[in-house]
């Protein structure tokens, strides 16, 4: 019996003494990051860096955060930040946003807050933290821009889940219920407010391929950037409106898209009218539009329903062999 106690007394000595050796590791790997971030002309700011949680846990907290990247002119700061992970599994991360945060570029700065935000990482530490899977979620999320407008979303959930053998192609899910748009986009697009304030539910499932892993490297370096998205379906109902979008797209190095979406579109005239009102259909070719949109929608045998391809190519979208106008750019910042 007093061999068994000496036996878990050393058992337990030795937890004790793995716990703390790996804690004040952890404080230190980000103490030296920090300083990494600093050398590279960063601006870095921690007031606290604690570690607690002992013995099942290490909860890393840090207040009074500030990273700003000069090289991408983007800034975050937090009053606290909280990373948590077991003691027998460091693959497991759960990240938590304080209450209010901001995210600053030269040419905007935007106040986040939220009932809760928080994201599961399944990582692996051994290939610069590089990400196999993230959850997402979001309560009573808020939106504030320092250019006048505000966005807020009752429930949301991002999901992205890198694919077996791939390095960087990841199946991506994003859902979002009671999304209340910027006033000035909802005033532009219903001004006689007969749509209701909130669109019930926007989604969109996604696989993307990215030229570098979601790794550590994405913050300290570049962020990674789409070559190419599947895109299963994307949807979003408001009122009597209902859009559906699906394609793949090729994307260049310049962040141009080669390929086709296809639409379909629900009580699509009320949408162009929409269009016409915020300032994205010039008023003199509504007439134009409508009426050739009018020829296609016949063709499914709905007329409220339209259902069309969309080319992307060279920067350009088209309508069959007519330029609609310039193609989006998407690149990450």
């Not at 899910?173 to 749509?195: C, H, I, M, T, Y």
């Not at 570049?222 to 299963?232: G, K, M």
């Not at 050739?292 to 339209?306: K, P, Q, T």
């Amino acid at each position: 019996m007093k061999r068994i106690l000496v036996i878990l007394t050393v058992i337990g000595t030795l937890c004790v003494a793995a716990w703390f050796g790996w804690a004040a590791f952890s404080k230190r790997a980000i103490e030296n990051w920090f300083a990494a971030r600093l050398a590279e002309g960063w601006q870095v700011a921690a007031d606290e860096i604690t570690v607690s949680g002992f013995p099942s846990t290490f909860e890393t907290r840090l207040t009074g955060l500030m990273l700003a990247d000069p090289a991408t002119g983007l800034a975050w700061t937090a009053p606290e930040f909280t990373l948590r992970y077991p003691s027998w599994d460091l693959s497991r991360i759960t990240a938590i946003w304080p209450p209010s945060h901001m995210i600053a570029s030269p040419d905007e700065r935007l106040t986040i807050s939220a009932e809760r935000l928080s994201s599961t990482l399944d990582v692996r530490p051994s290939a610069r933290m590089a990400l196999d899977a993230s959850q997402t979620r979001m309560q009573g999320l808020a939106i504030t821009s320092s250019l006048g407008w505000q966005s807020q979303l009752a429930h949301g959930q991002i999901d992205m889940i890198r694919q077996t053998g791939a390095t960087a192609r990841y199946d991506m899910r994003f859902s979002a219920n009671d999304l209340v748009p910027a006033e000035q986009v909802a005033k532009l697009l219903d001004p006689a407010g007969v749509l209701p304030q909130a669109i019930p539910g926007v989604s969109a499932t996604a696989l993307v391929d990215f030229d570098r892993p979601w790794d550590i490297g994405a913050i300290e370096d570049i962020r990674p950037q789409p070559t190419r998205i599947d895109l299963s379906e994307a949807r979003a109902e408001w009122g009597a409106l209902m859009l559906r979008l699906s394609g793949m797209l090729d994307i260049d190095a310049e962040g141009r898209p080669t390929g086709e979406i296809a639409i379909r579109a629900q009580n699509w005239p009320e949408m162009l009218a929409m269009a016409e009102r915020a300032g994205l259909l010039p008023p003199g070719l509504r007439p134009t539009a409508e009426s050739a949109l009018g020829f296609l929608a016949g063709l499914s045998g709905r007329r409220e329903d339209l259902d069309v391809t969309l080319r992307l190519d060279q920067g350009f979208v088209f309508l069959g062999p007519l330029p609609v106008g310039e193609g989006p750019r998407i690149r990450l910042r």
